[in-house]
């Protein structure tokens, strides 16, 4: 087992576990105000490994705790807007 925390991902990352995508549809849902309506989403594969019938999703407890800790360092934040790509976001979804 390593015992190296430089491996491994604290929770000051997990904000960038999440796809671009993501966070260009977050910075649309703020500008038309919809980033407090309630949502629901679902988990799925797109191909399943050769052999395999089915597929287990397992692991809820960290899927929460991902979701409870995720958040953006003020470096990261930095990051993002250099990017250019969320010019157009709101001063709001940058404080979300």
Known sequence: MIND??????????????DLYQLTMAACYVGEG??????????????LPPGFGYGIAA?????????????FTPEQLTALKATGIFTGATAEFWTL
């Open 34 to 47: 919809l980033d407090q309506r309630r949502a629901s989403f679902e988990l799925f594969v797109r191909r």
């Open 59 to 71: 692991g809820l407890a960290s899927a929460l705790d991902y979701l409870e800790n995720f958040r």
């Open 5 to 18: 925390a430089s491996l491994l991902m604290q929770s000051d990352d997990y904000g960038l576990l999440t």
